[in-house]
């Protein structure tokens, strides 16, 4: 390995023509005689200069081999998820079911980023099948089931939600009456669009009822 001719193999004639290559190269050719199978030393400031070398490339050897070896599971690891997800875009729930193999130690950080990049490609898989007007409904949805989910058993998820309920002849008897005050609101206090309406009741700790209406 202290011989750029014969690391990692030697192809130019056999292990006594190699071992000759590098005693040339440093330099200590008056300095041994070669048997049949052995090698003989004189002094042993020669065999120690031999030694010092190698062990000066040890280290990035060692680097090197780490490195193709990380190589090696990293591109494993890939290549399992390809193969794993291949059909995820074909599947009803874009792969969600999918159970993703263990990373190796090198990609724990890299496969938060790929999770992260597969949520959000899932995100807009689901979000390609809906209408974009009906996005903004959507999100409500979405952050209404976070807060009320185990809490509510029907929280209106499966209808459309209107928003705007008391502007509506279906929910408000008196709707032209709440139209009206909001118009006058907006050209008053300059605001645009009203998010959400609706009645609301209250109960105090008498359980007295008191009727309002809400508007955001």
């Not at 008056?30 to 048997?35: A, H, L, R």
């Not at 494993?76 to 990373?103: T, V």
Request: glycine fraction near 4%; proline fraction near 4%.
């Amino acid at each position: 390995m202290i011989s750029q001719f014969t690391w990692p193999n030697f192809r130019s004639g056999s292990d006594k023509d190699a071992c000759k290559v590098i005693i040339d190269e440093y330099k200590f050719t008056n300095d041994v005689k070669y048997g049949k199978t052995k090698i003989f030393i004189r002094t042993p400031q020669t065999l120690f200069a031999l030694e010092r070398a190698r062990n000066q490339l040890l280290p990035g050897i060692v680097t090197l081999i780490q490195k193709t070896w990380r190589g090696k599971k990293i591109r494993q690891y890939i290549n399992e998820l390809e193969f794993k997800f291949r059909r995820a875009k074909s599947m009803k729930d874009f792969g969600k079911s999918i159970l993703w193999p263990a990373p190796p130690l090198s990609m724990r950080s890299v496969t938060k980023i790929l999770r992260n990049v597969y949520n959000r490609w899932r995100a807009q898989q689901i979000l390609s099948r809906i209408p974009k007007h009906d996005w903004p409904q959507m999100k409500l949805k979405i952050t209404a089931a976070s807060i009320l989910m185990n809490k509510r058993y029907d929280f209106g998820l499966k209808r459309k939600w209107e928003g705007n309920y008391l502007s509506s002849p279906s929910e408000n008897l008196h709707y032209t009456v709440f139209n009206d005050s909001v118009n006058n609101l907006k050209n008053s206090k300059h605001f645009n669009t009203v998010l959400f309406s609706c009645f609301v009741t209250k109960f105090n700790k008498f359980n007295k009822v008191s009727n309002f209406f809400y508007c955001l």
